[in-house]
């Protein structure tokens, strides 16, 4: 297994590191990590991962300002990885942290720390078949999940 | 035929069990189900089903949250879901039910119920060419249709 | 002339009903209906009516409600009828009506007739090379032309 | 040189004819003029003209309407017109005059004019690669340039 | 080393000089500079500097207006950039400073050269694959960087 990790410069927290730490508990294999300035330049980054590195499966993290112009770059980054994963038939999981989602700096480090090992995780499941066990959960990473509903 | 059912364990009701239960009693034939973390995975994971499983269908289903940034997600992942059609020319039924719509916890999980089974009444149509008969009938799956206007 | 009519089972009004007997008068040749659940199921089903069916051109018709999330349903389909396009070289004609255009159901469903009509006598003039004698005009379908302006 | 041309017939002021009277002065060659019926039709309509009719550059020419529907319109045909210009390695110089832009009737043809014809320069500048002299200088087509800003 | 960089005459500052004398400084090579009238030129403008004149990476320089439209248009250039790097898996480094980031005309000016010359640098640093050194360290190109964050 090849597991590429994309991220950025303008994050404020090393998601890379607690991503690479996550995996390593979970997933056999290689790591290919690629930084670039910001999350616009995810979507390349990522499919140059999955295309030239040969990697099977792309984490793309990020950390989204709090201003409207921050939610506009990151609706253009989530539409280019989008997209990136159906030029590719792989899987860029999205970890993005909005500033504007914690009420400190340390929680906000707090919740990219979290946010991330989760979804490591969830490559972890993706790989093995083992998401639809949760299916309908109502999991949240990073956050406490929300209890599901039923009639 | 291949049926392929595409879902979240960020949604809060099992969708798919409800998808699987009611495309059994109108179509013949196997289903695949494949779970991916949230909506924005759906067009990727839709786009597998189709071109690596060699389903003629898929149902991609999701429950965005209610804030502002649960919008944008589920405008991405239905822009995804369309280009997806686009690239496979087949179909991709997106069922997709928000928080907000359903007043209580109860009503949410009636709504993702009833929306599901009505779009799985949906693919047997499209699959059997039967839509044309409730053309312009103001269908509207999981509430009450709207009725058909004239002059 | 192979011309595709892809409609919804959403909408209110009969449009396709209005559009085939409009061309009907107006262009000879085959037509193709395709109905589908709603306007995002529009675009794949008008690159099939052109690929699959062989049409020249495809009217795509709907009508979306009148709450946000119908507006971006609609700004979704628009644009995955503008990439089925350009994926095709060929021409499909958009005919949405959004609901909250009209003030009451019955000049809604005029509004629906008269917009589909007048759109089924642009794809001819569109086929025959007709419509720079119109251009700069104010055209408006459906609705009073609005005067051109001049200095 | 071949130059297409592609208008609509919802213009309220006939760009096309600016157009092609610049054109005429500064590029030799061809014009080929391909009226549509509305700004969403443009970018098949610029795409035809590269492909199938061979031209090596065209000028889109819209007047997008005042409401938020006319907007969202806008930004449809533009996010077209790119896609068009990046599937065809060519250029599509949008020309687009939004309604609210001018205080009446007389200046919005005058701007319509003018912006038209600013841009028909600038298709000859750019074939002739004579826009890198005015890098940065603030041009603003139709009306009056914005001074460049130093330290 | 080729390295593209497209820029605009809407633009008031010569980003394209600053970009220039500072990628001169890291990078050796040859620079192209291809100038298109305004932002939502520069994506097929950057996808012909990649593919027709054989460059690497390319820098796409613009100064978006204030106005609603101006930040569509940037959202819409912004989108068109990503795709085209996806279409080419190569970077497209986009440096866009808009009006109102900066108070005066003075301080815009001074923005503008300062992010430039930033990305510049990031450019010879994603060349030479340096940039995870600062992955996760809050860097703002223009602007004092943010303070990284943990817990």
Redesign the interface.
Known sequence: MKIGIA???????????AAIDELRRWVPGTIH?????GI??L???S??LL??SGCDIVMALGMPGSAA?D?????????????????T??????VFV?EDEAPS??????L??ARTRE?AQ?VYK?LNNR??E????????GFAD??????
Chains 1, 2, 3, 4, 5 share one sequence.
């Not at 991220?7 to 590191?17: E, Q």
């Not at 939610?71 to 030029?87: D, F, N, P, V, Y």
């Not at 038939?89 to 999205?94: G, L, Q």
């Open positions: 991220d950025t410069t303008f994050a404020r927290y090393d998601m890379a590191k990590r690629y930084t670039v300035p616009k330049d979507p390349v980054a499919k140059k295309e030239e112009i939610k506009q770059c990151a609706h253009e980054a989530s539409t280019g990885l989008i997209r990136a994963q159906l030029m038939n792989k899987h860029i999981i999205e909005f700096d340390k929680e906000l480090a707090r990219a720390d979804h969830n993706l998401l639809s949760e299916a309908g959960k109502g999991k949240r990473e929300v209890k599901p509903v039923d009639f």
